[in-house]
């Protein structure tokens, strides 16, 4: 029985996670949530898991919710409240979820207490790459995967030698505006950037699918968890989105992972590894896909995946400038502040105002992200 902290419960990948938890009780345990402000299905979760402890990082939410359910479980607030449940919380896997930046400090104190890191957050490993892996290989830490593209690489490079990698190819679906030219992009709305053909995701997640960024970090996360250069990361579109990544080797094989579009297996993979469960409930059906393509990526008309390489080759803090622009860009899309061609031009901007600091520590990498966000901010507002 592994006791389980999800990091970001209310979210899609929170959420999936519970569906795993709940189809395999005699198997994980739930010991503790945290949110940034839904306490609604917050309470729901309580309700049916009973987790020992919970963190809520609105105070004014977290005192609701104390109101609401009494004693029935220790509340938390705050991001300290966070960072508790993961420096003191008696669990064996850390499931790391939360969106973007925050996930860093909660995501450390777990690879400090040597716990199975099941890492989401992609952010984690793209803002603090070199210092994230440092850290696992210092305390013997194991992180997994949860990303269907990294999970798909690591299922592919299990028994495997890594000297006879040749390349990682990750897949890529295009997103929305896949087959739309870049002048079209100036007028696309919110709707339609929200409006991902295969996967149904957070928002933030959904948007950087359709700038392609979200490729662009999966390739600097791909480059820490797999330590390849970028000159043999590749990334392939593939829309149907059932090969979720592939490896060659240098004999001229490669491996795909091939499944239907659903989260729940990598998220079960990345918690019952090295076993795999029983379980049927995400079918492939080869006849009813049909054919399968592949294409370049346009990175002129997708800079921001262009963006991601450039940061890679720079290093420093030059990836977590661009996580950090690319987050503040993403919210001001949401918001209605720019149109969606703006991203990339504000992240741009901050890559060429903001110092880099190479082989930054722990701490220049927070303040770097705080310079980054409150530059971006003044210039939004």
């Not at 790391?96 to 860093?104: E, I, K, P, T």
Request: aromatic letters at 8%.
């Amino acid at each position: 029985m592994k006791r389980i902290l999800i990091l970001g419960s209310t979210g899609s990948i929170g959420v999936s996670t519970l569906d795993i938890i709940r189809e395999f009780k005699d198997r994980f345990y739930l010991a503790g949530l945290t949110i940034d402000k839904n306490i609604d299905l917050l309470i729901k979760q309580i309700e049916e898991f009973h987790p020992e402890s919970v963190a809520v990082r609105d105070r004014k939410k977290a005192a609701e919710l104390r109101n609401i359910i009494g004693n029935k479980c220790n509340v938390l607030e705050g991001e300290e409240g966070i960072l508790e449940l993961s420096k003191s919380l008696d669990y064996d896997i850390l499931l790391s979820s939360m969106v973007g930046f925050a996930g860093l400090a909660p995501t450390i104190e777990g690879i400090k207490r040597k716990k199975r890191i099941a890492l989401a957050n992609k952010e984690t490993l793209v803002a603090a790459g070199e210092l994230v892996t440092s850290l696992c290989e210092n305390y013997g830490t194991e992180m997994l995967p949860v990303d269907s593209e990294h999970s798909a690489i690591f299922q592919c490079l299990v028994g495997e030698d890594k000297k006879n990698v040749d390349k990682l190819i990750l897949t890529a679906s295009g997103g929305p505006f896949l087959n739309k030219g870049k002048e079209e992009l100036k007028s696309v709305t919110i709707a339609d950037a929200l409006n991902h053909p295969n996967w149904k995701m957070g928002s933030k997640i959904t948007i950087d699918s359709a700038t392609m960024m979200n490729k662009g970090l999966e390739v600097i996360e791909a480059y820490w968890l797999f330590k390849l250069p970028k000159e043999r990361i590749e990334v392939v579109v593939h829309p149907q989105s059932i090969i979720h990544s592939m490896v060659a080797f240098r004999d001229g094989s490669i491996k795909a992972q091939i499944s239907t579009p659903d989260m729940k297996l990598p998220i079960l993979y990345a918690l019952s590894y090295p076993e795999r469960f029983d379980y049927k409930k995400v079918a492939t059906n080869f006849s009813d896909i049909g054919t399968l393509s592949f294409q370049k990526p346009d990175t002129e008309k997708f800079e921001c995946l262009k963006l991601a390489y450039d940061v890679m080759e720079t290093g420093g803090t030059t990836p977590c400038i661009l996580n950090a622009a690319n987050e503040i860009a993403v919210n001001n899309f949401l918001e209605g502040k720019i149109s969606f061609n703006k991203i990339p031009e504000f992240i741009n901007y901050a890559l060429d105002t903001i110092e880099n600091h190479k082989s930054p520590d722990l701490e220049t990498i927070y303040e770097c992200n705080r310079i980054t966000r409150e530059c971006l901010n003044k210039k939004f507002n």
